[in-house]
């Protein structure tokens, strides 16, 4: 019953944020994939077609194979498939939260249950953004470890760390996590050297092998690992250049991207550029550092929206970094410690530019830390010593289940999508025909090609999506790109969709449906497109 609520809990944010007419940045009106969402929702779509995935999905393939496989199961029906995606996360948030709860009391885990949920509510379910493969195999990877740390074996923390690696790799954030955690078992886990050492020795092997699974899954989708998280480069010139922007390669060095190439051809010039910046200028390097770790610690927890309760939060995890201080010997609880560490070094390389959200991943720890610091202000209201440190030290074997449950979740993004290559027939087309100056597209509308219908007031529908054209229109994010395009009159369908016919195959294109009659679903359909001017 406590999973089912909780797997409900995560999944309602999503139709509310439907009925909110809300423009995200990332989703028009809520729903449709829009900007870097609407590359992933691209990816998962050429992955179940078989098509070669582009540049932007090399850089990021755990996700789209794994989107691509809850979208196949939901019929690819995208709003079927945002719920589905909102489930996934919240079973893992269960599973993680039943695991702190064998050592937390419950207003401890109800503080890090809220953790959690905001976090998700704000960049997960309703989006098709990294964040939801991140902060899902996060969740798993951290329940594991915090279940098994006392006790941690080399074979258990290999798989840790080969999870661990494939969710950094699928949305990338707090590198310096890995030789934190790697420090942490040679440390802080109990054993004579040669054991930890072998301990360490396993958790870079699984490393290892989440980097390499991650570059199979390229290879398996038709393009090569070379593009692998390489817009890093461009974050590290930004950082060398004073803690600017991560595109001010670009404005310093436009020969870089004159010179053509490649995109790893570039990519090694900009670390080049790079270096030469941190070697003739180190202090520039340094004041960028610095800029960065002051602009982590001033959004911290900025996803929480009411700035009272971010407070709160803040105070928390505080409170909680001090109590895991004092109790370090506890494997757990330097576990945690070693993670902060790691998320702090690698913050400049982050919140530049990725906000909060980038730490998706190691989340799941700084939640821990709120909910420790729950438990730490009830002892000292209490005037009491921590008593959670009793039942922090006391040992539970690793769980065969949990890490099955992981290795699935990281198997589905192989699997389902491959097999839908050759599983799903190409439907039959009608005969493309439009008169002169028009173009014919055949798409399938609620079928691989999502629809949002704007209305009149009154006129709403949760599914399939029609909004309020006029809160559609006054609730457009003001980062959302080419927001002017976007205010059409009620009867107006956003149709976001993928070409079938020879022509335009693969070229995702947004066009509006304008006729008396409500879009057709579910088949191919002809449209006459008249493609709108600059």
């Known amino acids: 019953a406590l999973g089912a609520l909780t797997v409900a809990t995560f999944v309602l944010p999503v139709p509310a944020y439907w ?3 809300h423009t995200h940045p990332n989703a028009l009106g809520g729903l449709l994939p829009w900007n870097d969402a609407m590359g992933y929702f691209t990816c998962a779509n050429e992955i179940l077609a078989g098509a070669p995935i582009d540049v932007g999905c090399r850089m990021r393939p755990f996700y789209s194979g794994l989107f691509a496989a809850f979208f196949e199961i939901s019929g690819r029906d995208l709003q079927i498939a945002l719920l589905v995606q909102a489930a996934a996360v919240g079973a893992g948030a269960y599973i993680f939260l039943r695991e702190t709860a064998r050592q937390l009391e419950t207003p401890a885990v109800l503080a890090v249950f809220a953790a959690v949920f905001l976090f998700a509510a704000e960049f997960c379910g309703a989006l098709v953004l990294t964040e939801n493969a991140g902060l899902l195999l996060g969740l798993l990877v951290f329940a594991v470890l915090w279940r098994s740390a006392p006790g941690m074996s080399a074979g258990t923390f ?8 494939v969710a950094q790799n699928a949305r990338a954030g707090a590198f310096f996590a890995f030789p934190a955690l790697l420090a942490w078992a040679y440390f802080n886990v109990e054993g004579l050297r040669r054991e930890r050492r072998r301990l360490v020795a396993a958790g870079l092997a699984g490393i290892a092998a989440g980097f390499f699974a991650t570059f ?77 770790i002051i602009h982590y610690l001033g959004r911290m927890f900025n996803f929480v929206r009411f700035i009272p309760l971010r407070a709160i939060f803040i105070g928390l995890w505080m409170l909680g970094l001090a109590a895991a201080w004092r109790r370090r010997r506890d494997p757990r609880l330097s ?86 290559r050759f599983m799903s027939p190409a439907p039959p087309l009608p005969v493309a025909s439009c008169p002169q100056g028009e173009e014919a597209v055949i798409v399938r509308p609620g079928y691989e090609t999502p629809v949002l219908t704007a209305v009149e007031e009154g006129g709403e529908e949760i599914y399939p999506l029609h909004v309020s054209a006029e809160d559609f229109a006054r609730r457009i994010d003001r980062w959302t790109f080419d927001p002017d395009s976007l205010r059409k009159p009620p009867g107006t369908a956003f149709i976001w969709g993928f070409p079938l016919d020879a022509e335009h195959h693969w070229r995702p294109l947004l066009f509006l449906w304008q006729g008396k009659e409500p879009v057709p679903r579910g088949r191919p359909v002809q449209f006459c497109v008249q493609r709108e001017t600059e």
Do not use: C
């Open 216 to 292: 199979a899954l390229t290879w398996i989708y038709g393009g090569a690992g070379d593009t692998l998280q390489s817009n890093f480069s461009y974050v590290l010139y930004g950082i060398s250049a004073g803690g600017k922007s991560w595109i001010r390669v670009r404005t310093d060095h436009p020969e870089i991207f004159a010179a053509g190439g490649g995109e790893l051809e570039i990519t090694n010039r900009i670390y080049r550029a790079a270096l030469d910046n941190v070697l003739s200028e180190p202090h520039l390097f340094a004041w960028g550092y610095l800029k960065g």
């Open 19 to 21: 009925l909110s007419s």
């Open 158 to 165: 290999f798989l840790a760390m080969f999870l661990f690696a």
């Open 335 to 420: 576990l945690l410690l070693w993670v902060a560490l790691g998320v702090f070094l690698s913050s400049p390389f982050l919140t530049f530019n990725g906000g909060y959200r980038i730490y998706a991943v190691t989340f799941p720890a700084e939640a821990i830390l709120v909910g420790l610091g729950v438990t730490a202000l009830q002892a000292f209201i209490a005037r009491r010593e921590l008593e959670t440190a009793a039942r922090l030290g006391s040992a539970f074997a690793p769980s065969h289940a949990l890490i099955g449950v992981a290795l699935t979740v990281v198997v589905v993004a192989f699997v389902p999508p491959s097999a839908a």
